[in-house]
């Protein structure tokens, strides 16, 4: 067993306070879906291959740590960092391993998985174009893993981009929606959005057939592949953007942080189609494969989406970037899965932070760097004055609109499909660092300075 020394951040005393009476078990601390990942993760290098995955119990707000055998010093080495052990039969690289065998001979458009922590299998799902052989192929592969180590379903919908609608942003007659507005690697206003619009379009506009205001760094945007995300530069260098979230009731939510998502944690999607939608985390690293090709690295949620919403804002309630829609299957009506970019990697591909300024105090953190060893900075925090933000920790948001300014821009439907003149092409988009965005009749948006 490694020593302890490596999860001394967050639990300095992991084995402190044990009783000459190993069989006393500690009591569970009480946690937030955000602690999950800076314990999870340091439990995860001080177990080795012992770890086998983690999910977030919002019921009795516990954080669930996968462990493989039942070794006793272990199980205390979790209780003692305040979570609580669950004995499970497949190991981590037992799970790769089936990955492998579903990405070989199961890539079949219209196919997605992701690991499930909660049942420590992997979930594969078929939508209503996998039939007869493909169908077969799916349920033989899911066979030859063996018992216990994945599930498949059938999905009533279809796999596809979710390209229409939104807080609109226009290109090519279609619509895509405004994720989060960001700082480039430059240091100028920009914003992210769906992978599969940025690659369909060059140009984005905030009207219909207006003039562009933002242009797609081509060199990052990705769809398909490792992802869906891609960086519009703000074509006006003295635009403003920070990042609220109007959601469509007179609220507003700040962002001012980039959250990692974790099994069991509850989220928040906003889009013009479908309005405000919650839900929960249901998957991580899921791959989806659409039509246009393989994603990968996407987060996997309940929460419903409807065309028109991608590129739209995945939040939590308490101001954390998640992650970008995607796509999935089903509505809102009947229900479906959901995937979504997750907004770290994205930031870390294209070197942009969050918001306006990155890090407070004259420091700003590199790109997907974080502030402190396992510590976010909040909004306005950061690393000291002049520092620059450490590897581990993320620079807070914090940047507001310039009294008057509007943010962005024009966007287009997804990677192989083109929506008619006036059909929207993504959703659920939030505003940029401190501003407001308010949703006209339109489906267009406006920014104001709170």
């Known amino acids: 067993m490694v020593a302890l020394g490596a999860a001394a951040l967050i639990i300095p005393n992991a084995m402190a306070g044990q009783s000459d009476d190993n069989t006393k078990a500690a009591a569970p601390k ?11 993760g340091q439990l995860e290098e001080l177990l080795g291959d012992a770890f086998a995955g983690s999910y977030y119990d919002g019921d009795q707000q516990q954080i669930i740590i996968n462990v493989v055998g039942d070794n006793s010093q272990v199980i205390q080495q979790i209780e003692s960092a305040g979570a609580v052990p669950n004995e499970v039969e497949n ?3 037992a799970i790769k391993a089936a ?50 180590v994945a599930t498949v379903k059938k999905s009533a919908g279809t796999f596809k981009t979710f390209a229409e609608g939104g807080d609109a942003i226009f290109g090519g007659g279609a619509r895509c929606s405004l994720g989060f507005n960001v700082t480039n690697a430059e240091g100028n206003p920009a914003f992210l959005t769906a992978g599969h619009c940025g690659v369909a379009a060059a140009e984005w506009s905030e009207e219909e057939n207006g003039a562009p ?17 891609a960086l519009v530069n703000y074509d006006d260098p003295a635009t403003e953007a920070a990042s609220t979230v109007d959601t469509g009731d ?79 299957s089903g509505d809102c009506t009947a229900g479906g899965e959901t995937f979504f970019q997750p907004v770290s990697t994205a930031l870390e591909a294209t070197g942009a932070t969050l918001g306006e300024g990155g890090a407070a105090g004259g420091g700003e953190a590199g790109a997907g760097e974080e502030a402190g060893a396992g510590e976010e900075a909040g909004a306005g925090g950061a690393a000291g004055a002049g520092e620059e933000a450490g590897a581990g920790e993320e620079a807070g948001a914090g940047g507001e609109a310039g009294a008057g300014e509007e943010a962005g821009a024009g966007g287009e439907a997804g990677a192989g499909e083109e ?3 006036g059909e929207e092409a993504g959703a659920g ?22």
Do not use: H
């Open 213 to 229: 205001i933002g242009t797609v760094d081509a060199q990052t945007a990705t769809f398909p592949g490792e992802g869906d995300f």
């Open 419 to 421: 929506a008619g003149a």
């Open 250 to 328: 007179g609220n507003q939510v700040e962002i001012t942080e980039v959250g990692e998502a974790t099994v069991g944690q509850p989220v928040i999607r906003m889009g013009s189609t479908t309005g405000l939608n919650d839900g929960e985390v249901t998957g991580l690293n899921a791959t989806v494969n659409y039509p246009e090709g393989t994603v990968t690295g996407l987060i996997q949620t309940n929460v419903c989406a409807e065309p028109g919403d991608s590129g739209g804002s995945l939040f939590t309630e308490d101001g954390a970037a998640i992650g970008l829609t995607s796509g999935g």
């Open 30 to 40: 009480t946690f937030t879906a955000a602690d999950v990942p800076d314990v999870a």
């Open 429 to 450: 988009e939030e505003a940029g660092a401190g501003q407001e965005v308010e949703v006209e009749d339109g489906g267009g948006i406006s920014v104001t300075n709170p």
């Open 99 to 148: 990955e492998a065998t579903l990405k070989a001979d199961a890539s079949i458009p219209g196919t997605a998985w992701a690991v499930d922590p909660k049942t420590n299998e992997i979930r594969v799902t078929a939508d209503s174009t996998v039939t007869g052989a493909t169908w077969d192929k799916v349920q033989s592969t899911v066979k030859s893993l063996g018992d216990g």
């Open 91 to 93: 190991s981590t690289e």
